[in-house]
């Protein structure tokens, strides 16, 4: 019998207070009224409450259950790294099992991309004192992690050499953004109100795992975010990646319908596909893309114009020899073709995966993107690197740390946001610039945390296979389509 992510992992003691189904069902158990914990919630996430005695009128048996089986925060951020161009920040949360995961802040807004093209510089508008006039508002997006380690295993990710080693509770997954807006509101406690945005606009599913293989988890966080006496997040600002994990997209109209899509897709043909994806031979293409698109259309059905249809984000990481020749162009553009969807092209970066993968040469790339706009008018962007000088550009990413041992039954442990990206708005739609940015996991091992433990480095590329998505969503400039 193969044990399940949640069977590998212990039960949480103390229980996150922010998982919805754990702290409704303890209320259930004792017939404390639901009311109780909705109550609990939003003096906790708005109003400042720093503790139980802080929530009026709660019973006293609500108060000892809390104090004896719920903790307020099960988590902790160890570490936290900022980009030079301030764009990004990484925060290292451990788990209260010790299993680490990170989460990544992006702002727009308010920066400027050291990676932004010298000529996109140049048309930028700048006031008397020389600083950047940005069009937009200060604004922030997280991207947030839903299990830890990976099980889809795709070939040019280091990531799936880790293997699952459990999944989130839907608590864990909504400290990640408690965890976020703390450290907005610190930077503008530190640099002056006004310095930054004031929380955590849009949320993007593209962290380390597969989150349509957490669903549960999942969708109770995304029921969180979304409710007005908690985060109070539009759906439309939230965005879920998959490589498609076929029956979950489909429950996924019923049970959150108005979020964003976007697909790692990385092959135009099942038989590629499932040459660099080898969960592709669980799930056909053709069932993949039919999913996709019935997702998308019943969005775009309740679409109040065609100026406000939904796409899905499509992901190709391009590999030389692989997946970049002009006939698998063609065989992309025509799969692609006429479908309410966006075609984002990922340049291989080299990780320490066993496979001699080189990225395309700039030939190569000029080809395959020239036939899928003028051939085919597939609305294609391409994503530019940012993030190196603090080893966060897609495939470079390193940890040397001190690694805990899990507590686990087991003994082998200008810029657009993704909303405006997946939203069609005529012809500008395929005009804006496009950032990027990824994220580092750390992977638990043996051993004491002691000082003079042995370290030992984690060589992970996170990011090409789910993370990627946001690697070119959030921090890299797109180039426009040309019919």
Known sequence: MVESANQRRKALS??????????????????????????IWRYFLQRGAANYDDVPELPKSAKELLEAEFAIMTSKVVKRTDAADGSTTKLLVELQDGQRIESVIMRYGDVVLDSFPEEE????????????????????????????GCSMGCTFCATGTMGLMSNLTSGEIL?????ANKALSDDRKQKGEGSGPDYIRNIVFMGMGEPLDNYDSVISAIKGMVD??????????????????V???????????????ALSLHGPTQELRAQIVPTAKSWHIEKIMEAAEAFVAQQNARAPTNNRRRKVLIE??????????????HQLGRLLQNKDMLLNVIPYNPTTVPFDYKPPTPEELRTFLTILREEYDVHTLMRQEMGQDINSACGQLVIDSTIKKPVCDSENGGVVDMEDLV?????????????????????????PVKDDTPRYQHW??????????????HFGWKYSARR
């Open 121 to 148: 510089k140049k048309k930028q508008v700048k006031d008397n004192d020389g600083r950047v006039q940005f069009k937009s508002n200060k604004r922030a997006t997280l991207c947030v992690s839903s299990q830890v």
């Open 14 to 39: 103390p229980k996150p207070v922010f998982d919805e189904a754990t702290l409704l069902q303890a209320f259930e158990e004792r017939n404390i009224n639901s009311k109780h914990a909705h109550k």
């Open 423 to 447: 939203v069609s708005n005529g012809s500008t739609a395929t005009k804006k610039t496009v950032k990027k940015t990824t994220r580092r996991v750390v992977k638990t091992g043996n051993g």
């Open 460 to 473: 992970i590329s996170v990011g090409l296979a789910v993370a990627a998505v946001a690697l070119a969503l």
């Open 247 to 261: 029956p979950r997209m489909v429950s996924l109209i019923k049970d959150a319908p108005d979020v964003g899509l």
């Open 175 to 179: 400290e990640q953004l408690i965890h």
């Open 316 to 329: 190709y990481v391009i590999i030389r020899d692989v997946n970049s020749s002009p006939e698998v162009a």
């Open 228 to 245: 007005v006496g908690r985060f109070g997040l539009s759906p439309q600002r939230i965005s879920v990646s998959t490589v498609g994990v």
